[in-house]
Structure formats: structure tokens, C-alpha cells
T-cell receptor, first 113, second 113 residues
Framework: AQTVTQSQPEMSVQEAETVTLSCTYD???????LFWYKQPPSRQMILVIR??????QNATENRFSVNFQKAAKSFSLKISDSQLGDTAMYFC??????????FGTGTRLKVLA | SAVISQKPSRDICQRGTSLTIQCQVD?????MFWYRQQPGQSLTLIAT?????????ESGFVIDKFPISRPNLTFSTLTVSNMSPEDSSIYLC??????????FGEGSRLTVL
């Protein structure tokens, strides 16, 4: 079965510091997509960053970057210079094919002033 | 990208009644997805709605309980029937645009008394 595991239910970080959220997944597929989604308290889920499995280079979007370790099936999210607006629930997700998405249980991140 | 509008944003309902949630997308999409997010939990796919055909339901979800309509390429409804307190959740509509990216509505928070 394809699964996504987020082992950190809650985390906190001081404003301006760096935090890393962990995600592991299990699949026998060789090509797929990985995502981090953010769900702020307002509830709307938005995409933070996306990684294609065949690309070795780690994806980066401004203060957000990933550490993608395909052999280890690990996909962590690093948030640099954390801001209060980063407070949210973060979901790791895996997509082996079009229209198929599997979400982890989420990590609640709180950025402290 | 896609802009998704969901109505109602929240509602409080009595046990045994039904509620219909509407989802409107600002562009034509082939598939629309309905997710359930129970309090403090991850997202669980209820069903996939394709225009012109019956929705495809995931294991544990049945059409009698969650009937779905998809009359055109920009609109879908999800009905939660014969509600019980266990149906209290956030219901999310989403679409896939481009290669491997889901866009979400703001969700409909349902409380069943």
C-alpha cells in the first residue's frame, strides 16, 4: 500500500529561525510527484512546493525548500526565516499518477513571536 | 491555477437531515474531487466526480450517503444525507490543474447536533 507518514504532529519555531518538517512515504512506483500543502487557520489549502521524483535537484520556492531523498523515500520541508504567517497545518502528499493523491496526517506548525 | 468557491462555508444541522454543498470552479475541469477532513485529521477522498458519468466512490463511502452531481465542467454538488454527529467535518472540493497540482476550495465546515 502507498502511504505517507508525518511523524511530527506539532512543532514550534521562533520567528526568523529555521524549521524542518519530516515526511516519509512508501511506494513501488518509480515516477511520481511529492507535495507540501499548507492549511492556515482560515482553512483554505494551498500548495507550498512540488517535487517531481525523476528530478534530482531539490525544489525551492523562496523561503521554502525540500530535501528529497528518493532512495530513502524521504521528503522533508525546510522553512527558513520563519514568519508568523507560516503558522498553519502542513500536509505532505504523494501522487503516483493523475487524479491520485495520498495525504499524510499533517504537522501543526506554530511560529512564535 | 483555479479559483474554487464553496457554499456554504459552515452550517449547523440537526441529526437526520441532509445538506448539499456546492462547488463552483472558474474554469472547465475534467475531474472534481470531494474530500472529508475530520477534526484534527488528514484529508480522506470521498469520491471523484467526472462530468456526464456517475461519481467514483472510495472504499467506505457510498452513493446513498454522499450523492454527488456533476452537471457541467465547472460545477458539482455533494450531499451529506441522513446526517449524524459523526458526519461533523470539513468537506473540501478540489480540482487538479496541469501536471500534478490540486487546488482547493475554502471548505464547508459542517456541525451535526
Amino acid at each position: 500500500a502507498q502511504t505517507v507518514t508525518q511523524s511530527q504532529p506539532e512543532m514550534s519555531v521562533q520567528e526568523a529561525e529555521t524549521v524542518t518538517l519530516s515526511c516519509t512515504y512508501d511506494t513501488s512506483e518509480s515516477n511520481y510527484y511529492l507535495f507540501w500543502y499548507k492549511q492556515p487557520p482560515s482553512r483554505q489549502m494551498i500548495l507550498v512546493i512540488r517535487q517531481e521524483a525523476y528530478k534530482q535537484q531539490n525544489a525551492t520556492e523562496n523561503r521554502f525548500s525540500v530535501n528529497f531523498q528518493k532512495a530513502a523515500k524521504s521528503f522533508s520541508l525546510k522553512i527558513s526565516d520563519s514568519q508568523l504567517g507560516d503558522t498553519a497545518m502542513y500536509f505532505c502528499a504523494f501522487s503516483p499518477r493523475t487524479y491520485k493523491y495520498i495525504f499524510g496526517t499533517g504537522t501543526r506548525l506554530k511560529v512564535l513571536a | 491555477s483555479a479559483v474554487i468557491s464553496q457554499k456554504p462555508s459552515r452550517d449547523i444541522c440537526q441529526r437526520g437531515t441532509s445538506l448539499t454543498i456546492q462547488c463552483q470552479v472558474d474554469s472547465q475541469v475534467t475531474m472534481m474531487f470531494w474530500y472529508r477532513q475530520q477534526p484534527g485529521q488528514s484529508l480522506t477522498l470521498i469520491a471523484t466526480a467526472n462530468q456526464g458519468s456517475e461519481a467514483t466512490y472510495e472504499s467506505g463511502f457510498v452513493i446513498d450517503k454522499f450523492p454527488i452531481s456533476r452537471p457541467n465542467l465547472t460545477f458539482s454538488t455533494l450531499t451529506v444525507s441522513n446526517m449524524s454527529p459523526e458526519d461533523s467535518s470539513i468537506y473540501l472540493c478540489s480540482v487538479e490543474v496541469g501536471q500534478g497540482e490540486l487546488f482547493f476550495g475554502e471548505g464547508s465546515r459542517l456541525t451535526v447536533l
